[in-house]
């Protein structure tokens, strides 16, 4: 086969594919029949016990009298109420991405000189390897940034002397390493991207080592590395609500599977980034980006509330944007009533908007988050409430940054990188078994047939 027909769907190819989905259909109904929970969650959303977990805790419902009564969301790290940990770092006119890693990593608040000390201790992290951009990130740059990623991080194995050593005190420098270097794979994939395949100039900032996570990201990023203190406390505020939710979602889940294994710690990450990547799990943000935009273009007045309506009306019978019936940015697999990390991160977007003169744009969010919820409810069976998720307004921040579409997806697994390095060392501090659940075999046995006889 030459090398122009390897990526072609040929009909041999068409007819094994019915083959496949032809001995590979189940038939709906058997999952109610057999109780088994698809997608491990039951009808009320409520998931399957899978494991315990200190390192945080989602919060959606209430028991009152026996009976799970939905409320307003809260997220806890460690202990510790988010919107407490973001109110005080953000009143102190700090940032809190190294702190809240601290938190998660090691399961209290830092005081002023461990944090310093921990600070220093990632920013010596930030330094790839002699010639890794060159030799790695600069050739064969890919369209997605999540499989660079991916990529790059699975090359690091062969760098490192001490790659499959799983002890506690290995993996939690591995950790660190990836927590610090994960920005710079990021932004660097993306400046090959873009200079290889938009024909756009190339520069390769070095971080600096006295500024936050996001002061870097950046810095790093734009070609005059400036940015404004506003803009840089936002981006670190969005990488600490995106950092940890919970052992259930389906990365971190995906990061104690492997885990479990007994593999090594750029394996699990790889893996964890292979889930993240999915539209269904980390790529939300630009989907609610590309539907605002297409509102936007089609909607004559952006205030008017029964013009909206109808858009949003048009998302849910599948006439409008991407006819998948969706209205991008509502609904949450735990939250009801409300995502605690979109309520945190809105009384900031309002301040970044105005920076921006993008007011209107804002507004229009806004309608949208209280008609949506509305909308929904009234046109679809809903066994749970709905609410806007974090969704709902990261893309827009993103954007109001200046941000590429490339980077939407891996500025969560900058962030989700230091969640997914608490699960793994708590997966491995309980020397656990290998995580196996069970699936129902429905096929009947089959006596062997000569080829002959076929």
């Not at 200079?195 to 600096?208: E, M, R, T, V």
Request: negative net charge.
């Amino acid at each position: 086969m030459s090398d122009n027909n390897l990526y072609e769907i040929t009909p041999q190819l068409l007819e094994l594919s019915e083959y496949n989905a032809q001995s590979s259909r189940i038939n709906p109904s058997l999952f109610t029949k057999l109780d088994v929970k698809r997608g491990l969650r039951d009808l009320s959303g409520k998931g399957v016990l899978a494991g315990l977990t200190r390192i945080s805790d989602v919060r959606a419902n209430m028991i009152v009298r026996g009976k799970l009564i939905p409320q307003n969301g809260e997220l806890y790290y460690r202990g510790y109420n988010v919107r407490d940990l973001v109110n005080g770092f953000a009143n102190d006119q700090r940032f809190g991405f190294e702190e809240v890693t601290y938190l998660l990593l090691f399961g209290e608040l830092p005081d002023r000189k461990q944090l310093s000390d921990f600070s220093d201790l990632l920013s010596g992290y930030r330094s790839l390897p002699t010639d890794f951009v060159r030799d790695i990130i600069m050739k064969a740059p890919s369209r997605d940034m999540m499989n660079t990623l991916s990529r790059s991080i699975l090359t690091l194995y062969s760098y490192d002397d001490y790659a499959d050593d799983t002890s506690l005190p290995n993996v939690l420098r591995q950790c660190l390493q990836l927590i610090a270097l994960t920005p710079l794979l990021s932004v660097y994939g993306y400046q090959a991207y873009r200079h290889y395949h938009d024909h756009k100039s190339l520069y390769i900032h070095s971080p600096k080592k006295e500024l936050s996570t996001a002061e870097n990201i950046l810095r790093m990023l734009r070609s005059n590395k400036k940015y404004t203190p506003l803009e840089a406390r936002l981006l670190d505020v969005a990488l600490v609500l995106h950092m940890e939710h919970g052992g259930g979602n389906n990365s971190t889940f995906t990061t104690h599977v492997i885990t479990s294994t007994g593999t090594d710690t750029y394996s699990v990450m790889a893996g964890a980034i292979g889930s993240l990547k999915g539209p269904r799990h980390g790529g939300a943000n630009i989907k609610v980006i590309e539907m605002f935009e297409d509102m936007k273009n089609k909607l004559n007045d952006w205030e008017d509330e029964d013009e909206v309506s109808a858009y949003l009306l048009g998302l849910l019978n599948k006439e409008e944007f991407d006819h998948a019936g969706l209205i991008y940015g509502m609904g949450h697999a735990v939250y009801s009533l409300s995502d605690p990390r979109e309520k945190i991160f809105k009384k900031f977007v309002g301040l970044l908007a105005s920076e921006k003169g993008m007011e209107k744009e804002f507004k229009l969010y806004e309608t949208v988050e209280r008609l949506g919820p509305e909308i929904i409810a009234s046109h679809r069976k809903m066994y749970k409430g709905v609410c806007c998720n974090v969704d709902f307004y990261s893309g827009f921040v993103y954007q109001m940054l200046g941000l590429p579409k490339e980077l939407y997806t891996p500025i969560f697994a900058i962030a989700r990188m230091v969640g997914w390095s608490a699960h793994r060392l708590e997966e491995l501090s309980q020397d656990g078994k290998i995580i196996r659940p069970a699936y129902k075999p429905i096929i009947e046995d089959q006596d062997y047939i000569p080829i002959s006889d076929r």
